[in-house]
T-cell receptor, first 116, second 111 residues
Framework: GAVVSQHPSRVICKSGTSVKIECRSLDFQATTMFWYRQFPKQSLMLMATSNEGSKATYEQGVEKDKFLINHASLTLSTLTVTSAHPEDSSFYIC????????????FGPGTRLTVL | LAKTTQPISMDSYEGQEVNITCSHNNIATNDYITWYQQFPSQGPRFIIQGYKTKVTNEVASLFIPADRKSSTLSLPRVSLSDTAVYYCLVADNNAGNMLTFGGGTRLMVKP
């Protein structure tokens, strides 16, 4: 149980386009989902915390207008990278916690974004 | 101020026991210690979590001294497939609490 999926797993786009990444909790309800970004050989950096039905909380330095997060249901959160540029190329990972109150975070497999 | 400090990298050989120590001098009373494993181009995978003393599961053991200012992840008899980055995190054990990842330890298991 407690599986988190991401779609797409890999995306290549042209500079200036917008890319949407989906994060789904497949067999549980997730009140809270998190979005991370990871550059090569580096650790995961938290971008934002997404709570179902409310606005996301962004970490310092993360532009909310560039990285749009929508958490419309207890099983789906989306991250849209608007007007993507090559410097946005990264590995984007989401995670989710159970609504039941347990603290363990379950991570998705990640999405590799390459902006040409 | 970093919440956790780990060695950047470690090398080991197949069949050996590997111990990775993490320092968390500023751990709070409500914080739990959690270890994750990450393979290249994959999301992190939960390994083990503990609050104090010793915790053991089917893949690892976690040793936490009384002062809780450090912890040691012990991997028995590692194999090549254990080559990965291991992250130690400390966080309040409440749902919805954000995790702050440190640098992690890159473990290389050699044949």
């Amino acid at each position: 149980g407690a599986v988190v999926s991401q779609h797409p797993s890999r995306v290549i786009c042209k500079s200036g386009t917008s890319v949407k990444i989906e994060c789904r909790s497949l067999d549980f309800q997730a009140t809270t989902m998190f979005w991370y970004r990871q550059f090569p050989k580096q650790s995961l950096m938290l971008m934002a915390t997404s709570n179902e039905g409310s606005k996301a909380t962004y970490e310092q330095g993360v532009e909310k207008d560039k990285f749009l997060i929508n958490h419309a249901s207890l099983t789906l959160s989306t991250l849209t990278v608007t007007s993507a540029h090559p410097e946005d190329s990264s590995f984007y990972i989401c995670s989710a916690t159970l609504s039941s109150g347990e603290s363990e975070q379950f991570f998705g497999p990640g999405t590799r974004l390459t902006v040409l | 101020l970093a919440k956790t400090t780990q060695p950047i990298s470690m090398d080991s050989y197949e069949g050996q026991e590997v111990n990775i120590t993490c320092s968390h001098n500023n751990i709070a009373t409500n914080d739990y210690i959690t270890w994750y494993q990450q393979f290249p181009s994959q999301g992190p995978r939960f390994i083990i979590q503990g609050y104090k003393t010793k915790v053991t599961n089917e893949v690892a053991s976690l040793f936490i001294p009384a002062d809780r200012k450090s912890s040691t992840l012990s991997l028995p008899r590692v194999s090549l497939s254990d080559t990965a980055v291991y992250y130690c995190l400390v966080a309040d054990n409440n749902a919805g609490n954000m995790l702050t990842f440190g640098g992690g330890t890159r473990l290389m298991v050699k044949p």
